[in-house]
T-cell receptor, first 112, second 117 residues
Framework: DQQVKQNSPSLSVQEGRISILNCDYTNSMFDYFLWYKKYPAEGPTFLISISSIKDKNEDGRFTVFLNKSAKHLSLHIVPSQPGDSAVYFCAASEPGANNLFFGTGTRLTVIP | GAVVSQHPSRVICKSGTSVKIECRSLDFQATTMFWYRQFPKQSLMLMAT?????????EQGVEKDKFLINHASLTLSTLTVTSAHPEDSSFYIC?????????????FGPGTRLTVT
């Protein structure tokens, strides 16, 4: 049972434009959400996170938006750069839990 | 930032043999380490959680006798795939967490590609 879903397996964007990656979840107990970036044959690296008490968190070119009522979060990258090309995973955790629930990932390709 | 290493990065073994994968936290003490498995084009699936000095907690559906986890020190955890079969071929990733931080304070290793022939 996939509690975190990324319905778009891939996304292509022109360099300089905005990339929007989407993530949906089913577990209303999740209180912390994260985005990870992963290059081939490497482990995920943490990108940005958001607590359920917020609806937006911004860090440089990266902004994460959380819509709790829709159980939806999105990652905006602007402007997109070729080096952003990677697989992006969203993840979520329950209060006090050790583990993360990952989505299936979205492969972003930024075209120069 | 915190660095987690894994060894080997890739391994090919014959069916029926055992393979050990090491996960090390290089510049911090990891009280908790996690082992994930990723199939092609699929999500990372948590296999087990291990705390230093105690037995690992396995997720439902993961055979603890097949995937032996040892977390003998604060910087090292090992995953041994026993009597490996071709269906065990996968990408195995460990992560480590320091202290009692929130779940986001997990640092991932680079992963190990296991191919069982």
């Amino acid at each position: 049972d996939q509690q975190v879903k990324q319905n778009s397996p891939s996304l292509s964007v022109q360099e300089g434009r905005i990339s929007i990656l989407n993530c949906d979840y089913t577990n209303s107990m999740f209180d912390y959400f994260l985005w990870y970036k992963k290059y081939p044959a490497e482990g995920p690296t943490f990108l940005i996170s958001i607590s359920s008490i917020k609806d937006k968190n911004e860090d440089g070119r990266f902004t994460v938006f959380l819509n709790k009522s829709a159980k939806h979060l999105s990652l905006h990258i602007v402007p997109s750069q070729p080096g952003d090309s990677a697989v992006y995973f969203c993840a979520a955790s329950e209060p006090g839990a050790n583990n993360l629930f990952f989505g299936t990932g979205t492969r972003l390709t930024v075209i120069p | 930032g915190a660095v987690v290493s894994q060894h080997p990065s890739r391994v090919i073994c014959k069916s029926g043999t055992s393979v050990k994968i090491e996960c090390r936290s290089l510049d911090f003490q990891a009280t908790t380490m996690f082992w994930y498995r990723q199939f092609p084009k699929q999500s990372l699936m948590l296999m087990a959680t291990s705390n230093e000095g105690s037995k690992a907690t396995y997720e439902q559906g993961v055979e603890k006798d097949k995937f032996l986890i040892n977390h003998a020190s604060l910087t090292l955890s090992t995953l041994t795939v026993t009597s490996a079969h071709p269906e065990d071929s996968s990408f195995y990733i460990c992560s480590a967490r320091a202290g009692t931080g929130g779940s986001w304070e997990q640092y991932f290793g680079p992963g190990t590609r296991l191919t069982v022939t």
